[in-house]
């Protein structure tokens, strides 16, 4: 699953227009001219930048980390790729793309130890990540998920679940739609994974596999 990643910095707000950009991509709406990063760390429920699919247009906007749950009891923050089109809790949501520059994850603790160990998993080479996900307009204001697949490369080693990674050619096939959800599955982004060396028990909310 994947419950905290990285907070966006100035410079990478101004990155991800960049990429928006240099793929043909036009923002119809950002919130961003006056950015100021709060934690360093975003977690569920914090607001997030995303560039949210909305009819025909873009927008580079604040949203949610996390759907509301049905019996309001916490929030849902991950969505399976292989299991999407079954849910009705996802099925009919508009899409969008989380961008970050690494993502934490925790492993099972090996033996002797009492806690999972954090990871920091980012692009090998340095780039923004860009993870798949869903969205909709909330009780107060929008809200996205993120959508996952099963693991591969370094994070094999970590969890049994990853986001969902695009490349940067990737981005408007699976904004406009023309990148299909069955697809998602089969998407191919190794990344490198090291331990934080901060010992930590992940948790808080959960990914929807209840149905």
Known sequence: MCGRYSALTEDEIIQ????????????????????EAGRQETAPTDLAPVVLSNGRELEFVHAKFGFKRWDGKGVIINARSETIQE????KNQKRCVVPASEYYEWKLPEEGLKKKIKHQV?????????????????????????????????????????????RTDQIEPWLSGSLPIEALASL??????????????SGGSEQLTLF
């Open 16 to 35: 991800v227009r960049g990429i928006i950009k240099n793929i043909s991509l036009i923002l119809a709406r950002d919130e961003f001219d006056h950015y």
């Open 87 to 90: 849910k009705s809790m996802f």
């Open 122 to 166: 980012k692009d090998k080479q340095g780039n923004l990540l860009f993870m798949a996900g869903l969205w909709r307009d909330g009780e107060e204001r929008r809200e996205f998920v993120i959508i996952t697949k099963n693991p591969v490369g370094e994070v094999t080693d970590i969890h049994d679940r990853m986001p969902v990674m695009l």
């Open 188 to 201: 191919d982004y190794d990344c490198a994974a090291e331990p934080t060396n901060e010992p930590e028990q």
